[in-house]
């Protein structure tokens, strides 16, 4: 049996990781001053779906794509070509260029095109002397020139990487590119992926849109975790980088975010319950949407799932705080993020084997046991009546029950 002493510091502890995030999104440090991402930014990556084998046909199908499956009007916007797309050597004049094989019509002509269709677009670059793994260079030295190249092209978002930065300093590189940014005048969002090396959670906000934080993601739900801690952001499950957010909840708000890298929904080696959980989870961690898959030839039931607008609006919630979790009873979590409008939104999660019951109880969210709570399936669609006290629900092995509780009934 728990002694009673114990089971006291864990409610108070429990009480103060609330308290905390009904507080957090507020953070003192300045925010980066381009008016972008007020929300987490939402769109498609080029990486998983396509990594280095990518062309212009396929991005601009993409974007087709993009509309015509609905996840442009569920408001996913930016079309992000990511490594694969440069040239390996820049022009006489030292300019980045593309790939002439793969993007004969250059980086502006795709540019247009994603624009024609209603959307955003979006390119990657590196912060040291070359790309991660296509050998292409990188921006080092070349922060104003590359900026004004994207700037000249239309681009609406940057992702800048940090492969081969020996002697460079992640702070200097990082602001280098923001401020050569915003000297072009061209609204883009800036987007580091360092991979949380630097905690950039703790001096990135008055820098960059969003950062992430840790190594990357991959289509699976925990591999990758004897690796995960070494240099060079090995891929890993999405649960490890979930399990890597909670310290880092109070650091986000409206133009900062934490970015706990790409959706692998729909991608093989997920279940269609991993892939509801890791949408569920990343909208309660105000995370960006930022699909990875093949948006050409997707199942039905992952386009509805990409597409749940009540999810969407949990993620895109006007206040800005990111949510965490805040009770864990074996293999049963409870997540919650709160809500503009008071109410919370609320993520019932089963990581083990088999389905089971898991409870949330009002005092795990911040409410009384007494307040009687309006409650929402946002996977069901339901209104599921005004509950006092907590809610209890069977969820699927490694997958979620999701809901929106209160605000209280007056
Ligand atoms: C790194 C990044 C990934 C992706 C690849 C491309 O691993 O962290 O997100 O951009 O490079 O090479």
């Known amino acids: 049996m728990v002694p009673r002493i114990v089971v006291m510091r864990m409610l108070v502890m429990r009480s103060l990781t609330v308290a905390a995030m009904l507080l957090a999104g507020r953070g003192s440090a300045p925010t980066l001053d381009n008016g ?15 990594g280095l084998k990518m062309n212009e046909a396929m991005i601009r199908s993409t ?17 992000i070509v990511d490594a694969g797309w440069k040239a390996n050597s820049r022009d ?28 955003k677009f979006g390119i990657y670059t590196d912060a040291g002397s ?40 992640t702070r200097d590189a990082y602001k280098k590119m923001s401020q050569a940014i915003l000297k072009t005048g061209r609204p883009m969002v800036f987007s580091m992926c360092e991979w949380g090396d630097n905690q950039p959670w703790k001096w990135a906000a008055p820098v960059a849109n969003l950062w992430r934080t840790t190594g990357d993601s991959k289509d699976c739900w925990e591999c990758g975790r004897a690796t995960m801690n070494k240099p060079g952001g090995y891929p890993r499950g999405w649960v490890l980088i979930l399990d890597a957010q909670p310290p880092l909840a109070a650091y986000a708000g409206p133009g900062r975010w934490n970015d706990t890298d790409l959706l692998q929904v729909g991608n093989s080696g997920l279940t269609t319950e991993e892939s509801q959980a890791q949408f569920s989870l990343w909208a309660i961690l105000a995370a960006p949407l930022i699909a990875t898959n093949d948006l050409r030839f997707m199942a039905p039931e992952i386009r509805d799932l990409l597409a749940n607008q009540e999810v969407i609006a949990v993620d ?16 049963g979590e409870i997540w919650m993020r709160p809500l503009a409008d008071g109410s919370r939104a609320v993520v019932l999660f089963n990581r083990s084997r088999s ?44 997958g979620v029950v999701m809901i929106k509780a209160g605000p209280p009934a007056k």
């Open 36 to 50: 972008l991402a007020r929300t987490p930014p939402m769109g498609w990556n080029s990486w998983n779906a396509f």
């Open 63 to 79: 974007a087709d794509a993009m509309v015509s499956s609905g996840l442009k009007a569920a408001g996913y916007q930016y079309i």
């Open 92 to 119: 006489a004049g030292g300019r980045l260029q593309a790939d002439a094989e793969k993007f004969p019509s250059g980086m502006k002509a795709l540019a247009d095109y994603v624009h024609s269709k209603g959307l």
């Open 130 to 169: 070359e790309d991660c793994v296509s050998g292409a260079p990188g921006s080092r030295g070349f922060e104003e020139l590359d900026a004004a190249s994207f700037a000249e092209w239309g681009v609406d978002y940057v992702k800048e990487d940090w492969c081969n930065t020996t002697g460079v300093n």
């Open 316 to 331: 895109q919630d006007s206040q800005g705080t990111e949510g965490t979790r805040v009770r864990a009873a074996g293999r």
């Open 355 to 398: 389905r089971r019951t898991v409870r949330v109880r009002w005092i795990d969210i911040g409410s009384k046991p007494t307040d009687a709570l309006p409650l929402r399936d946002l996977w069901k669609h339901q209104d599921l009546g005004i509950v006092k006290t907590g809610y209890t629900a069977r969820v699927p092995s490694h």
